[in-house]
């Protein structure tokens, strides 16, 4: 139905005025901005198109500590043939397009640096075509992850990217997420099989080519995966095919403390080598566990900790969890607290999922800001202690919390944003951690992507050459420099 207005529409083009080629900026006052909004309600309608100050603070902004630059304007479009006909009047008045998905992202990547057009993609929010024994699911980009596992219920699927947040999965897609099952299911560049794909100029295609889901595929150059991680940078993602997972048999959660940070860090890398096939294996170090036994009542040693859950059958998770006891024990790990019902594991990882917000009530008041960093697994002792050292010597608060059986750990800085010292302190200090991420072979970002504030440290972890070949690809798909500039390049 949304589609035929939207066709319908575009047949009784309003009367747009062509921008200059070669202009990069545009005017409120000459008024380019009254005929692009008006040509948006014609094909949107009233309610399709918000101009209202709160709406579009709340669509400027994410939960980073980046400041808020609201858009001009937001957009609700309702189906593929709406966005790239909202795509072709911002490219024909040259307005800067900004995808957002949920507003969870964690590095400034919906903020509108120079006004523009935010498309909302929530109104387009179906799943479609779901292959139970194919194990994928194609679905619109306002679905969140949480809503697509409920949808889910009663077919023995899930889609298991767990980034905490309910995020959506075409946000999710747009940042390369992952979180603490990556370790065992990959992150989203493993889990997607196709992506429908609005350019810039309004055009629509697919990267493996339309209604294509096979399960591996050497056709050609890997489109999927240019835009899997690309930020909202180079076209607006209206689709994603997902791969999806059988429910296992069994699920086992635990916690288990450990005298150091060597210790937790030397078992997850010894239960990787026997070939656990480990579900999650979550570190948090002393000050994060405190801040999450005082923010859920719970009572675990202040200690350097593991959180873990193994999947499969009863008799492959009594191997798995026996053959990570041993071995957990050799390194001086306590003995496991055990959760084993559903209610029981959902309050661990409650627990886990939480940190964000226990790490801020350390500070009452204060905001949170994630680093995160991934390293070469071997490196990650060694650079966890060497950046709690880092903290302490600039009285900086930052529990550390980390996808450890990727090599990925998050410092939370908790900080007054009005306290210029410290937010400089803590910029600095983000900034030697990354840094020191890259001197270790690593990256400055292994999920949160590189949004606002890692553009230089980008070109310092991919050089010259590498940086020079993205900037080509963005001025091949999106010429003009419209789609969410001022992010990643
Ligand atoms: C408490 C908390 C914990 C978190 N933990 C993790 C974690 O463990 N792992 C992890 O990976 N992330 C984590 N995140 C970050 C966040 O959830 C992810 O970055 C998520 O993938 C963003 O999805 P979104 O829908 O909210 O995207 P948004 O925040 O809306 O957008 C993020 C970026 O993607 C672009 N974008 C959004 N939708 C589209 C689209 N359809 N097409 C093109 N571009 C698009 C935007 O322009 C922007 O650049 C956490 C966040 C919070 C608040």
Same mark, same amino acid.
């Given at each position: ?13 309003? $009367? ?284 675990? $040693? ?73 390293? $070469? ?113």
């Amino acid at each position: 139905m949304a589609c035929a207005l939207v066709r319908s529409a575009l047949r009784r083009k309003p $009367p747009l005025q062509p921008a200059g080629a070669d202009r990069r900026r545009y005017s409120l006052r000459s008024g380019t901005l009254e005929r692009a909004i008006a040509a948006f309600r014609s094909v949107s309608g009233d309610e399709g198109v918000s101009l209202g100050e709160a709406v579009r603070e709340q669509h400027g902004r994410d939960e980073s500590v980046h400041k808020c630059r609201p858009p001009d304007v937001v957009v609700f479009p309702r189906c593929v043939e709406e966005v790239s006909a909202l795509a072709k009047i911002c490219h024909q008045y040259q307005l800067p397009i900004i995808p957002f998905g949920t507003g969870t992202g964690l590095e400034g990547g919906v903020g509108a640096l120079k006004g523009g057009v935010c498309f909302s993609l929530r109104n387009m929010d179906e799943v479609l075509d779901l292959h139970q024994e194919d194990f994928d699911v194609t679905v619109e980009p306002g679905v969140t992850r949480k809503a697509l596992n409920s949808y889910l219920r009663g077919t023995g699927l899930w889609f298991p990217i767990d980034p905490g947040a309910d995020a959506s999965l075409c946000g999710m897609a747009a940042t390369s997420a992952s979180g603490t099952n990556a370790v065992r299911y990959g992150t989203m560049r493993e889990n997607v099989l196709n992506l429908e794909v609005v350019l810039a100029d309004g055009s629509v295609f697919h990267t493996a080519g339309r209604g294509r889901r096979p399960r591996k595929t050497s056709a050609g150059y890997n489109l999927t995966n240019l835009f899997v991680g690309s930020e909202g940078t180079l076209g607006i993602l209206t689709k994603a095919t997902l791969r999806l997972y059988g429910i296992p048999e069994s699920m086992v959660s635990a916690v288990c403390s450990f005298p150091s940070v060597q210790a937790a860090v030397d078992s997850t890398v010894q239960i990787l080598q026997t070939g656990v096939p480990i579900a999650r294996i979550e570190f948090l170090d002393d000050v994060m566990i405190g801040a999450c036994n005082r923010f859920n009542s719970l009572s675990y $040693p202040v200690t350097p900790t593991l959180f873990l859950e193994f999947h499969g059958s009863s008799k492959s998770l009594e191997e798995q969890v026996s053959i990570t006891e041993e071995i957990t024990r050799e390194n001086g790990g306590g003995d496991f607290a055990w959760a084993e019902d559903e209610e029981m594991r959902a309050r661990l990882w409650k627990a886990r999922h939480d940190a964000w917000y226990a790490a801020q009530a350390l500070r009452p008041g204060c905001k949170a800001y994630s680093t995160d960093v991934c390293v $070469p697994l071997s490196c990650l002792p060694q650079i966890i202690v060497e950046t709690k050292e880092d903290l302490m010597r600039n009285h900086l608060t930052g529990p550390i919390a980390g996808h450890v059986g990727d090599g990925n750990f998050h410092c939370i800085m908790v900080l007054d944003p009005d306290d210029p010292d410290e937010v400089q302190r803590v910029h600095e200090f983000t900034e030697r951690l990354a840094r020191r991420a890259l001197a270790m072979d690593g990256t400055c970002t292994g999920e949160h992507g590189v949004g606002l504030g890692k553009r230089t440290l980008l070109r310092e972890e991919l050089g010259p050459q590498a940086m020079e070949v993205m900037q080509r690809l963005k001025a091949t798909l999106d010429p003009k420099n419209l789609m969410n500039p001022g992010k990643v390049l």
